[in-house]
């Protein structure tokens, strides 16, 4: 990814699940250039575009799991367990957000 985003970066943000590459969606709001909050309200908005294979949230011990790999004690208190996203959820993300960074990820494509 271009704007100073390496492939190396990226590449420590994906995680496999439920046999399934995946990213968070707090990572992905990151590179994006959006509040988690936002890109959540974005995928709720347009949800026939993210079937089960492009997205889904994750279970309490898939999170628990998750955060004993990654050594992090808390996201920032979230309310709710986070959604991960597939590659083609991703690239449909690209699709719906309207950041300068979608944008350019979409043009990419």
């Known amino acids: 990814m271009s704007n100073g985003v390496s ?7 994906i995680f496999e699940i439920r046999g399934k590459r995946v990213m968070l969606d707090i990572d992905l709001a990151k590179l994006y250039g959006v509040s988690t909050k936002r890109l959540n309200e974005q995928v709720r908005r347009n949800k026939k575009r993210f079937p089960g294979d ?3 949230q ?5 999170v628990t799991v998750l955060r004993s790999q990654i050594a992090t004690s808390s996201w920032g208190g979230r309310r709710y367990l986070p ?3 597939t590659q083609e959820g991703v690239a449909m993300l690209s699709s719906v957000l309207n950041s300068e960074r979608a944008i350019h990820v979409m043009t990419m494509t």
């Open 83 to 85: 959604y991960v996203f």
């Open 54 to 56: 492009f997205m889904y």
């Open 7 to 13: 492939v190396e970066v990226v590449a420590t943000k």
């Open 58 to 62: 994750l279970s309490l011990q898939e």
